[in-house]
């Protein structure tokens, strides 16, 4: 059972990324996914979710507008973000997770499956 984050690096401000998750070692296709970031210091933080189906995302008020969460189920799970108009405060590592149930949830320990997370880092 493995979440692999990649697609960070460092960027400027107004700048975008594409981060990815590649699910592997169980079945993630039936499982809500979402992303967190945590920046230096700070605690660990929702950006967005996607529902199993990709129908329902939700995402935090810092990233509306700017961030689109997506997945793609063909064949092994596939997990995105992309990140527009990135700003310094977006700074942080990003981690994917999965949670089993159903429903939304924007907090971390409902979350059952982890990636090891990807750096951004967005300078002025």
């Known amino acids: 059972v493995q979440l692999q984050a990649s697609g960070g690096g460092s960027v400027q401000a107004g700048d975008s990324l594409r981060l990815s998750c590649a699910a592997s070692g169980r079945t993630f296709s039936s499982l809500s996914m979402a992303w967190f970031r945590q920046a230096p210091g700070k605690e660990r933080e929702f950006v967005g979710s996607?529902?199993?189906?990709?129908?329902?995302?939700?995402y935090a008020d810092s990233v509306k507008g700017r961030f689109t969460i997506s997945r793609d189920n063909a064949e092994n799970t596939l997990l995105y973000l992309q990140m527009n108009s990135l700003k310094p405060d977006d700074t942080a590592v990003y981690y994917c997770?999965?949670?089993?149930?159903?429903?939304?949830?924007?907090?971390?320990?409902?979350?059952?499956?982890w990636g090891q997370g990807t750096e951004v880092t967005v300078s002025s």
């Open positions: 996607i529902s199993w189906n990709g129908i329902a995302t939700n």
């Open positions: 997770a999965a949670r089993r149930g159903s429903g939304y949830s924007p907090r971390p320990y409902e979350y059952h499956y």
